[in-house]
């Protein structure tokens, strides 16, 4: 994957619409989408696609929680009880990830996008 | 089932910490199968938990100057479009081919990110367009 040819604010939309059409579509997309396209499109350091990833996915998901929760599918307390434990995990996480070699990141990437892969065909 | 549910948490954070994903990969599993949530109830379910986990990874990753924040601005508003108009797409057209489609497309990508890893092992990743 070359590239792309477009220019960069062209290539951010792209991106941005490719990820959340995904999401729309399969109820994955979001960041495994955002994530490599930055990487690939617009060479991107993998540290950088994963944080600026994580400030789009915060805009995504307060927009889907405020209507899906006009729709009442929005368990709220549940989803407390799973989030803020998460506070913690991302803690951790984004701290390990700065220890880690970049490449790692990117081949623990390339292994998740495989088993979401292999989830979508067999779901 | 409460342990079950701050464990599911914690490793749907630090998957999100580490990747860049907002942890529904494991939130909606999570919700499905620890707290009984039907799926369409857990994927809505999971966007109140990935708030805070995004909120408070991308500050994180702010502090480690990682964030060009006006693309990721960029990108979450794009992707709110994209997501209307993809729930729209999803009732018109045949969801299994496309989601097959889709899932090779995934596999190829990761083999690009394995490629490049591959090729450039010591570089250490600079900041586009510095």
């Known amino acids: 994957m070359a590239r792309m040819p477009l220019g960069r604010p062209l290539t951010l939309g792209l991106i941005g619409t490719a990820a959340g059409l995904f999401s729309g579509l399969f109820g994955v997309g979001g960041g495994t989408v955002i994530v490599p396209l930055l990487i690939l499109w617009l060479a991107y350091g993998e540290r950088e696609a994963t944080g600026t990833s994580l400030a789009a996915i915060g805009i995504v998901a307060v927009y889907g929680a405020a209507t899906q929760g006009a729709e009442g599918h929005v368990h709220f307390w549940d989803g407390v009880l799973v989030g803020v434990p998460a506070i913690a995990g991302v803690l951790a996480g984004t701290w390990l990830q700065q220890k880690l070699p970049a490449r790692a990141i990117s081949l623990l990437f390339a292994a998740l996008l495989v088993g979401v892969a292999v989830d979508l065909v067999v779901r | ?130």
């Open chain 2, 1 to 130: 089932m409460i342990a079950e549910a701050l464990a599911v948490g914690v490793a749907a954070g630090v998957v999100a910490g580490l990747l860049g994903v907002g942890g529904g990969i494991l939130f909606v599993p999570g919700l499905t199968l620890v707290l009984s949530l039907h799926q369409v109830d857990a994927e809505a379910t999971s966007l109140v938990a990935i708030i805070p986990v995004a909120a408070v990874g991308a500050w994180r990753q702010h502090r480690y100057g990682n964030v060009r924040l006006g693309d990721g601005v960029v990108i979450g508003a794009l992707s709110v479009a994209g997501a209307v108009a993809g729930a729209e797409l999803a009732d018109l057209l045949p969801e299994d081919v496309l989601r097959a489609g889709f899932a090779a497309l995934m596999v190829a990508v990761a083999a690009q990110l394995v490629r490049r890893a591959w090729r450039q092992p010591a570089k250490e990743e600079r900041s586009p367009g510095e």
